[in-house]
């Protein structure tokens, strides 16, 4: 930091100081409380234009009058305490203000579950049952933790405050009390059903609706179905991980489908109408002539609805001519019958340039 930094630049290097040197932080190095005095000291001259204007003409000797040891004066920090509130999380720093006592309850734990589903189910949405393992609010306390007939008493270590004080130097320190918490209040006589923790564990079937269009991995979060808060804090939340298990010839892009269907070498050349199955029953699909192995054709709308939206994606169909493994010895003579009228000369194809360069670069 240079001679000419600004308040800010102050303020940010005295943080970073304060939170290396402070005693709380380094409890068995005696040699840290002097030099975070030294380093409050300092802060305390910059911090202070006139002190800071001293300093720059005198030097120490200029700001070594003053209340407090060589011219401190903890009174500066009436304004920052917010700086040690930040980061060591102190209500009440140097004697000031009376500190917040922390509520008890605290938020339940998300969960997570996985879940496996389907195809169709995944692309038609489902309902379906998932077991969670989570505490639940007890029954007979009502998530209090007492024992019935009775009531959390106030602490005795912090007398309700829910913080306690500690004198270290020339300033004090609040802290939240050991004993409660934070909370002001203990649980004396326990609920012998949930040992005074307000909740018990328990399996719970809940029921989880899945959207049509999910894909897997999707995560669904169902709000408020996590595990019980603690001493009446709200609930958490469920996530559901969802897999979804391949289909026999279907393969899922995004919300498109994909499928290969064989086809004959004369139903390929002559053409021809074939039956596609989709996920919602046959369609017919036309096969015009001199169709290419390996040809893809689209049929509109028989795809995967789109997750929460509107539409739905596309099926593609691609037709592979399949050559006939054994031939009976008729198929083999009219064969060579088209052969001898159909001969195609067996020579490389000259490939453009486009070609090439989509060779090179994949």
Known sequence: MTRAANEQEIKSAYRKLALQYHPDRNPDNPQSEEKFKEVTEA????????KRS???????????SGPGPAGFDPSVFQDFSDIFGEFFGFGDLFGGGGGRRRTRAQR???LREDLTLEFDEAVFGT????TVRRHEVCE???????????APTSCATCAGRGQVRYQQGFFSISRTCPTCQGAGSVISHPCPKCKGQGRVLRNRTVDAKVPAGVEDGTRIRFAGL????????????LYVVLHVKEHPFFERQGNDLRCVIPISFTQAALGTEIVVPTLEGDHKLKVPEATQSGSSFRIRNKGVPVLNGRGKGDLFVEVRVQTPSKLTKRQRELL???DGIARVENKPQDRTLFAKVKDIFG
Request: net charge negative; proline share 2%; glycine share 22%.
């Open 140 to 150: 007979d306390c009502q998530g209090s933790g007492s024992a019935a007939g009775t």
């Open 108 to 110: 339940g734990a998300d």
């Open 226 to 237: 996590g595990e019980a808060g603690a001493f009446g804090g709200p609930a958490g939340d």
């Open 336 to 338: 060579l019958e088209l």
């Open 43 to 50: 802060y305390a001259v910059l911090v202070d234009s006139e």
């Open 127 to 130: 309902e379906t049952k998932v």
């Open 54 to 64: 001293l300093y720059d003409r005198f030097g120490h000797a200029g700001v070594s």
